[in-house]
C-alpha cells in the first residue's frame, strides 16, 4: 500500500545531540516536504525537494539540514539538538500530476522533546 | 506579503452546520486547499478547488470564488468526530503551498 512513513514516532533526547528523523513515502512523489508544528500553531516550513538531489530551504531552517540521494527517502538532521528544537515534526510528499491537485500527504510525525 | 486569514476557532452544534471562512493575498493562484488536522495528528486532505465555484463530497464542501480571494468549507450534519482544526492552503505561483494558522472547530452536543 502506497503510504508515507516517519520514525521514530516519539523521541526525547538530551541538549547537544545529533539526531535524525527519518521520512520515507512508497507513492513515487518527486517533492517532499518537513514542516515543524507546535501544538495549536500553525505549520512550518523547514526544508522541501523537488527531488533527488535537491534540497531547499524554507521559512524556518531550525538547524537543520536535509538529504535527498533517493526519491523515496528524505532524512531530516539536528546536528546539536536543544529544548527549542522541541516540537512536532512533519514529512509530507506531493506529486504535481495527482488527481487531487497536487495537495500534500503527510506523514505520522515525529514528536521530538529536547531536555 | 502572503497571507492566509482564517477564524482562530469556532463553536457548533452537533447535527447542525457550520461554514469556515478562509480570504486569502498570495503572488499568483493555482489551486486551494483544505485540510482536517485532528489534535496531535498530521494533517489530511479534504477538498482541493482551483475554479470558481463549489465542490461537494458527502457532508463537506468546498467553495472558491478566486475574484474575491475567498474560500469556505461547509461541514453538514456536525458529528463530534468533526472536532478538529480546519487547515486553508493556496498553491502560489511557485507551486508553494501556503498555509493558514487554522482554525480549531469544537462541537458541542
Known amino acids: 500500500e502506497a503510504d508515507i512513513y516517519q520514525t521514530p514516532r516519539y523521541l526525547v533526547i538530551g541538549t547537544g545531540k545529533k539526531i535524525t528523523l527519518e521520512c520515507s513515502q512508497t507513492?513515487?512523489?518527486?517533492?517532499m516536504y518537513w514542516y515543524q508544528q507546535d501544538p495549536g500553531m500553525e505549520l512550518h516550513l523547514i526544508h522541501y525537494?523537488?527531488?533527488?538531489?535537491?534540497?531547499e530551504k524554507g521559512d524556518l531552517s531550525s538547524e537543520s539540514t536535509v538529504s535527498r540521494i533517493r526519491t523515496e527517502h528524505f532524512p531530516l538532521t539536528l546536528e546539536s539538538a536543544r529544548p527549542s528544537h522541541t516540537s512536532q515534526y512533519l514529512c509530507?510528499?506531493?506529486?504535481?500530476?495527482?488527481?487531487?491537485?497536487?495537495?500534500?500527504?503527510f506523514g505520522p510525525g515525529t514528536r521530538l522533546t529536547v531536555t | 506579503g502572503q497571507n492566509i486569514d482564517q477564524p482562530t476557532e469556532m463553536t457548533a452544534t452537533e447535527g447542525a452546520i457550520v461554514q469556515i471562512n478562509c480570504t486569502y493575498q498570495?503572488?499568483?493562484?493555482?489551486?486551494l486547499f483544505w485540510y482536517q488536522q485532528h489534535a496531535g495528528e498530521a494533517p489530511t486532505f479534504l477538498s482541493y478547488?482551483?475554479l470558481d465555484g463549489l465542490e461537494e463530497k458527502g457532508r463537506f464542501s468546498s467553495f472558491l470564488s478566486r475574484s474575491k480571494g475567498y474560500s469556505y468549507l461547509l461541514l453538514k450534519e456536525l458529528q463530534m468526530k468533526d472536532s478538529a482544526s480546519y487547515l486553508c492552503?493556496?498553491?502560489?505561483?511557485?507551486?508553494?503551498?501556503?498555509w493558514g494558522a487554522g482554525t480549531k472547530l469544537i462541537i458541542k452536543p
Open positions: 509530507a510528499s506531493s506529486d504535481f500530476s495527482d488527481s487531487q491537485g497536487g495537495g500534500q500527504y
Open positions: 507513492m513515487g512523489h518527486d517533492k
Open positions: 525537494s523537488y527531488g533527488v538531489n535537491s534540497t
Open positions: 498570495t503572488s499568483g493562484f493555482n489551486g
Open positions: 478547488n482551483v
Open positions: 492552503a493556496v498553491k502560489d505561483s511557485n507551486y508553494q503551498l501556503i
